[in-house]
Every structure is written in C-alpha cells, then in structure tokens.
C-alpha cells in the first residue's frame, strides 16, 4: 500500500531535497509491487508464443507447409493450447528458419554477411514525447521476429526503453551496468559483451540505462579541460568504439538517445550508420526541431573538423503519433514531405489506442497480441507498425546491397 501523503508541516520540516528522496522511493516501491503483479511468478517479462499463422508468416512460408513439415516431423514439436490450437515459442520459429535454410537453396535467416557492416540506427529528437522510445522498442522487436540479431542501446538516463523490456533502472540495473561502463575515462571500464544482457525475445540483446549515464556528461569536459587528446579518449569516438567491440554478434544496433544534444547524443550520432529523427506533426514540436538540427549541425561541424567521421547511408524523418484525421496534422505532414521529400518515411507511426494501451502493462504491440482489445483497432495499428518497420529494414538491406 502507498505510504500516507507527506503532510504540509513535514513538508516543511524535510526541505525540498528530502521531500524529492521520499516520493522517489514512493514510487519506486510502487512501480516494483505493480511489476510483481504483472508478471508473477518471478516478476520477469516473457514472451508470448504464436499461432502457427503468425509462425508461418514471419518465416515467410505458408500455414500449410508449416503444417506439413510438422507431422512429417521436420519442424520442431509446437505447443497445444487447451483450445488445440498450434502455437510456436519464437525460439521454435529461429530454429525453424536454421532447419530450413540448412535444408533449402533458398536462405530464411536475413544476418548480414561478411562483407556487409554492422548497421547503427540512432533514433533522436530533442523534444520529448516525440516517439523515440516507442519507435526504437518495436523497431527491435519487429526485426528480432523477422529473424535479425539485435542490440538495443538505452542511452537515456530516464531509462524507459528499459522500463520497457521490464528492468526498473534504480532497482535491477547496478553500477556499471549501463553503456556508461564501457566509456568511462578511467581504468573502471567494462568490455561491452559484458554489459550487453539477453532479453525474453530470443536474438535481441539489452544495454540498459539508469541515472548513472549522466556521469559521462559530468566527466567528459573534465577530460576536455585536461586537453587529453589520445584518439581513444576523445567522446565523440567513445561510443563507435564500444559498439564495434560487439560487431561481429549483431546484424544491427538501435541506439535511443536521450532527449538532449549531449555528449551522449553526440557519441551515438558519431557511431550511426544511420539516423531516425522522429516527429510529433505539431507546429511546436517542428519548431523544437528546427533548432534541434540546427544545434546538432553546428556541434557536428565542430566534431568533423575535430576528426570525426560522419557518413550515413540514410537519414530519415519518421512522423509519430499520426492522427491522419486531424487536419492541422495533415497539413504540418504535408509541409514536412514538400520540405524534406523522400526523406520523410511513407509510412507513418499511427497514435493508436492499442498501443497505449500496451503501455500500460509496459508491453508492446508485438508482445501482447490480440486479446483484450478490438479486432480492427489491433490490426490497424499493427499494420501501420510494420508498415514503418518494414520501410526501414528495406532501407537497412539496401544499405547492404540487398534488394528491400
């Protein structure tokens, strides 16, 4: 049970530091008994399975094949529902896609070959609420069920990205645990294989976040103070050097940075091979923007002329929360693609009320399925969702040489 409200006299009395500490841990005790009663018995997130439809169409196969391979006994045994329905664990359907690509001239794992780089997507804005986390959570898991080995960065010290995949950053994510401890300056550094920590959806890999990221923004103009200019201590390098440490155990890396133009900021946009900028279609939100990418143009400058490298294979403006029945969010859409072209995705993240409400139980879309919501409000919102997602990879395997 919540503890009584601090009463106005003790509110006096504790100061505000102290009243701050007190509902901090207010909360924090709140949001762990909430995540107690939402995943019983361990408190753990887990992985919904999926029907041999769904299985069938993420492999790119059709429900009878799969149906023939498995009483032939070719695929691996599907679970039985109580209703006898066939369901697959996404384990299964990675084994699946290994037995036939090892059985078949035709290759259904889509990892990027020797001579293809690791693909770094950073997703920024300066303006919260934008999207970013929300985009970056199904942007992963989107291409983790498509068969790609992902690792997601929370480069935000807010750490919803984490909340997210089910890790309450004060509680379940310690010292060094963070991308933090494979930049810091001094000899406390950790090898980010480390640091990197499976997730509940099988190929897609975790670097938590917490408060502790902010020692990097404390620290580095410290060390720019000292005019330390050894190639490996400049920030800006910092991040790329992390990640390339781990490039050969992923296909690609998704980076959500923080809401801010720091040295975090400036560390994963130094590191992209590609940038996702997303944008609420609101006039104040463009006009936040504006100055975004003015600032962060200025600050690259700098960077390059200091020897950062800067090349990306796209760029791209993902429109969010879309609601294409708002005509003053149809006009700012259209301004937006007559300003920027084919830099603004063709596909938009719709705000959907099925998302929302995934969120309330820290899920997404692709985690929670149909039940509990409107047929027609899940199916419009996931075919939006995968209509964004499926753009980008086609961008990603165009980077690669690859038809989209």
Known sequence: MPSAPVAPEIRAKFGLERLIAHDARLLSGQLSSLRRRLFPPSAQKSLRTFTSGEAAELIGISDAYLRQLSLAGEAP?????????????????????????????????????????LQIIAVTNFK?????????????????????????????????????????????????????GALRYDGEARPLREIARPTYFSGLDLVPGNLELQEFEHETPRVLAHQRRAPEELFFARVASAINSVETLYDVVIIDCPPQLGFLTLGALCAATSVLITVHPQMLDIASMSQFLLMTSDLLDVVQRAGGRLQLDFLRYLITRYEPQDGPQTQVVGFLRNLFGDRVLTNAMLKSTAISDAGLTKQTLYEIGRQGMGRGTYIRALEALNGVNGEIEGLIRSAWGRAP
């Open 128 to 180: 919260g609420g934008s999207g970013k986390t929300t985009t970056t959570a199904h942007l992963a898991q989107y291409l983790v069920l498509h068969g790609y080995r992902v690792l997601a960065i929370d480069l935000d010290p807010q750490a919803s990205l984490s909340a997210l995949f089910g890790y309450q950053p004060e509680t379940d994510v310690g010292e060094n645990e963070t991308l933090y």
């Open 77 to 117: 045994e599907p679970n039985k529902t109580a209703g006898g329905r066939r369901v697959y664990t996404l384990e299964q359907i990675n084994e699946l896609r290994r037995l036939l690509s090892r059985s078949r001239a035709k290759t259904y794992l889509p990892s990027r070959q020797t001579a293809e780089h």
